[in-house]
């Protein structure tokens, strides 16, 4: 009896384990870091892109604070 038991909480914790490790690469493909410079690159020339970050950057931190 106490085999049977030790033998389903066993197979009850390698479950747990798998899902954990499924959700882990789940979560871990979902978090890729992408370069927007480079996407933008292939959109528009690179003076193109420069000056629209620095326009961006300007009226990002020109809020009145």
Known sequence: ??????????EKE????KGLLLL??????????ISLRGMGKLLV???ELEEAIENAKRSLFSGGF
């Open 14 to 17: 390698i479950q747990r384990l």
């Open 24 to 33: 882990e690469r789940d979560t871990v493909a979902e978090k890729k870091i």
């Open 45 to 47: 020339s690179e003076d």
């Open 1 to 10: 009896m106490e085999t049977a038991r030790r033998l389903e909480d066993l």
